[in-house]
Structures are given as C-alpha cells and as structure tokens.
C-alpha cells in the first residue's frame, strides 16, 4: 500500500494520524481571520491547514443563485453574496499559503476547476483534495492527475462503484498516491449515520490509505476512526463556533482541534502491535502484584507440606501459585510461623 508524502511528512498506513484543520472558507472573506485561524491550528498542533479553491463563477450555476438556496439560515446573505464575500481571490490564495508556510504548517487546498489547479500548481501546492461532490467529475480528476502530486479523495455520496471509477481515472492519469477519506455529507452528521467500519471496506477493495472526513459534532467519532486505522483526519475547523458562515456552527473549535489532535496520537499510541507483548515495567509490576508462597500454621522443620498448610499472598517475589506441584510434599528445613513466607532453600 503506497503512502502519500505530503510536504515531507509521510501519510499512511502505519504512520501517526494526519491531522487536517479544514478552514475552507471559515475565513469569511477576512483575511486577519484568517491568520487568527491559522495560528490556532497551529497552536492545536494540526499537521495542515486546508482551503476550499473555487470561484464565483466555477461552482454555482446563474439559474442557482437565481433561485437563491440557502445554505444557512433564511436571514443570512443571498447565496451569490455568498460565495461572492467566501471565495479567495488569487491574491488571497498566494497570502494564506505564504502565512501558513511562515508559520510552518503544511497548506493546501481542494479544486474545483482546472483553473484553480493552475492556481495552487503557481502556489507549489503539495497535494490535493477532491471534495466528495466531485466524485463523478472525471474531467476534474484527470486534471488533477496531471500534476503527479498526492491526491485525497472524498467519497461522501459515493457509491463503491464511483470511487472504484475516481480511482481508475486518476490512476490511468498518472496521479501521485491517493487517499480515500471516508464521509457522511451531512452537516452536522448523526453518529449513528457514520458507519466507520467502511473505512476497512475501502482499504481491501482499493488497497489505498484510508481517513475520515468528519461533520460529526465533538471528536468521539473521529477519534473511533483513529482507533479503527484511520491514516488521516479532516475537520472544520473555526475559532468562534458563533461566527456568521456555512460551517462555523458544525467546525471544531481550538478547544476540540487540541482534544483531537492530543487524542489521535495517544489512541495512535496505544494501538501497538497485535503480537502479545509483556514489557519490562509489567514484569517488574509482577514483583509487587503477584503473590507468593506462606505457610497457613506453625511448622516444624521435617514436616511435610500439604495444600492445607499453604496459602498465596502478595508480593509475587518467592514461591508462585502455578509451582505449587514442586512443594507439595516436600519436608521443611526450618522451624516456620503461620503467615511466614517460605523460600525455596527452606525445602528439602
């Protein structure tokens, strides 16, 4: 299984989770937000940073904003005015990526047309994510495929069919490695919609490393999918939950990106190896938590020992439980007293 190497860190299987602070367009258009998001992240210890590429006239057709959906609440800006205020322009795309590299935090985006691949390429973008929407654009993806760099797929609303067809056009292309992130498209997402055990459906029908997008609330779910092999986790992330936008109210707040962060890499930890390992510090415990050999009454030295006369206390530092059959029967060496512990040397 080929891992991704995304601006020198290596993702995949066997490799600490890799955690993605989605800001997408979190920053709302206001480039100070967005360096205030993008210290939080890092401040949260996130391994990247990701935006959301696409233009006024790339993503929504004139007859949508012509009918005005609303993606939030029915008092917010029309949909145009949206997407108007959200995109960043070119310029705002060479700032965030140049902050986000000063302050030492790997920065890339999703695309949404080949123009903005053209964009993020001048930007020497590391990687690129392909949003669940896109599945099924296959034009799209050949693009992408062109640049020869790291790409991760989102198959939320997907089929195991499209993503098997995303998977063949972008291998066919000639893409870098892909990562398949497993997604629920629903914002918030009900935990009991999430089904993580896809994740290992994924992995053995595509062989490819495979995440978790999360729209869940909190960090249990996307914490399960760390302990379930995810190799990376993406979530919406904003510093004010309460803040006007599409996903501030459902994005990870820095509170919950450290918990997430500080979580995957203890869980990561605590996977281990399946091979049954006792350790050093475990085999030292046994000295103080096991028990040892006493005597349950006075004895005399040349009496023999029966079950009756002996009992198992702590510490574990003489006579073990399980050598019982080696005692039994065998005469004292020395005068003993109930409770007193018995060694080795004081059988015959």
């Known amino acids: 299984m080929e891992k991704l190497n995304i601006g020198g860190r290596a993702v995949g299987q066997g490799e600490p989770p890799y955690i993605i602070a989605e800001i997408g367009a979190n920053h709302n258009g ?53 997407v108007e205020q959200y995109q960043l322009s070119d310029d705002q795309h060479g700032e965030v990526f140049a902050y986000a590299r000063e302050r030492g935090i790997a920065v890339f985006s999703s695309c949404f047309s080949p123009r903005e691949v053209d964009l993020l390429e001048s930007l020497d973008a590391p990687a690129y994510k392909i949003a669940s929407m896109d599945v099924n654009h296959l034009p799209l993806l ?77 960090t249990a779910v996307p914490l399960g999918a760390v302990a379930l092999g995810a190799c990376a986790i ?7 939950k309460k803040l006007d936008g599409w996903d501030h109210a459902i994005s990870a707040d820095p509170a919950e990106l450290k918990e997430l962060v500080d979580g995957s890499r203890a869980v990561f930890a605590a996977l281990g190896s399946s091979a049954r390992i006792v350790g050093p510090d475990e085999i030292e415990k046994r000295k103080v938590f096991r028990r040892r050999m006493v005597v349950t009454r006075d004895m005399k030295s040349g009496d023999r020992l029966s079950a009756g006369d002996v009992d198992f206390k702590r510490p574990g530092t003489g006579i073990q439980p399980d050598e019982l059959r080696y005692v039994l029967g065998r005469p004292l060496m020395r005068d003993v007293c109930a409770e007193e512990e018995v060694e080795w040397a004081d059988l015959a």
Not at 40 to 62: E, H, N, P, R, Y
Not at 234 to 240: A, G, L, R
Request: glycine share 8%; proline share 4%; aromatic share 8%.
């Open 142 to 218: 050949e693009y992408v495929a062109g640049t020869r760099k790291p790409v991760i797929l989102s198959t939320g609303m997907a089929t195991l069919g499209e993503v098997e067809r995303a998977l063949g056009v972008l291998r066919e292309a000639g893409s870098g490695p892909v990562a398949l992130l497993h997604c629920l498209s629903i914002y918030p997402a009900p935990a009991e919609a999430i089904n993580l055990r896809t994740m290992e459906t994924w992995r053995t029908a595509f062989d490819v490393p495979v995440g978790y997008s999360d729209h869940t609330l909190g």
């Open 234 to 240: 993406e979530k919406h992330f904003t510093i004010d």
């Open 30 to 82: 206001d480039m100070e937000l967005c360096r205030r998001i993008i210290d939080a992240a890092v401040d949260a210890g996130a391994d990247a940073v990701k935006f959301q590429s696409w233009t006024k006239g790339s993503l929504i057709s004139k007859g949508e904003y012509a009918r005005n959906t609303r993606y939030t609440a029915a008092n917010a800006p029309t949909l145009e005015q949206a």
